[in-house]
């Protein structure tokens, strides 16, 4: 059983900051990736930002200069640092990971978290 629980969304004015973590738990032997999407009302979820096992990282246009994604020291934390936040940018925030779980067999899956609620007022 994998678990990933995210925290640190919340009410924000435009031009301000937040900072989403994501853990990860569970019979986890290897993450391949770990990532941050979204979704707006009466849109489609979108892929914020990733980063791989390696360092490696990705962003949405929309986001890139604004949004810094990083890994903690254990590599089974993900942190998204938004800084200029626009109303756009409102959102829930999903994080997600590539994995390589033990369970009654050895398997590569993605997980999801239950997501977090970003509001950007202008």
């Known amino acids: 059983q994998v678990r990933l629980v995210e925290s640190g969304g919340g009410l924000v004015q435009a031009g301000g900051s937040l900072r989403l973590s994501c853990a990860a738990s569970?019979?986890?032997?290897?993450?391949?990736?770990m990532g941050w999407s979204r979704q707006a009302p009466g849109k489609q979820r979108e892929l914020v930002a990733s980063?791989?096992?390696?360092?490696?990282?990705n962003y949405a246009d929309s986001v890139k200069g604004r949004f810094t994604i990083s890994r903690g020291n254990a590599k089974k934390t993900v942190y998204l640092q938004m800084n200029s936040l626009k109303p756009e940018d409102t959102a829930v925030y999903y994080c997600?990971?590539?994995?390589?779980?033990?369970?009654?067999?050895?398997?590569?899956?993605?997980?999801w978290g239950q997501g977090t609620q970003v509001t950007v007022s202008s």
């Open positions: 980063i791989s096992s390696g360092g490696s990282t």
């Open positions: 997600n990971i590539d994995a390589v779980v033990a369970g009654d067999a050895i398997r590569r899956s993605s997980y």
């Open positions: 569970g019979s986890i032997l290897k993450i391949n990736a």
